[in-house]
């Protein structure tokens, strides 16, 4: 029966190679979001390249955009409450 030190000894030696193995998983995480991180940015310009817009311009586009449909929306639901429609 081993004795109490060589069981520690052997569970240490578990721990170790888990902790080392999930520094290696850690690093290539780090490495992946670093690389995603830098295709979000290179997605980012591309898509305002290709609208010849800044992100501050396509939000604000994109603020005017939603603000006029909610007012075309708004104009026919007043006109719905005006007009009874068909009998």
Known sequence: MP?????L???LRKLEQR???LDETR????AQRAELARLE???REVLERAAG????QAKTE????IENQAKREAAL??????DPGPP
């Open 3 to 7: 004795s109490a030190k060589a069981v």
């Open 9 to 11: 000894d052997g569970e």
């Open 19 to 21: 902790s080392t193995e």
């Open 27 to 30: 690093t290539g995480l780090d």
């Open 41 to 43: 940015d290179e997605r």
């Open 53 to 56: 817009l800044t992100a501050g």
């Open 62 to 65: 994109l603020v005017a955009t």
């Open 77 to 82: 639901i007043v006109r719905e409450g005006r």
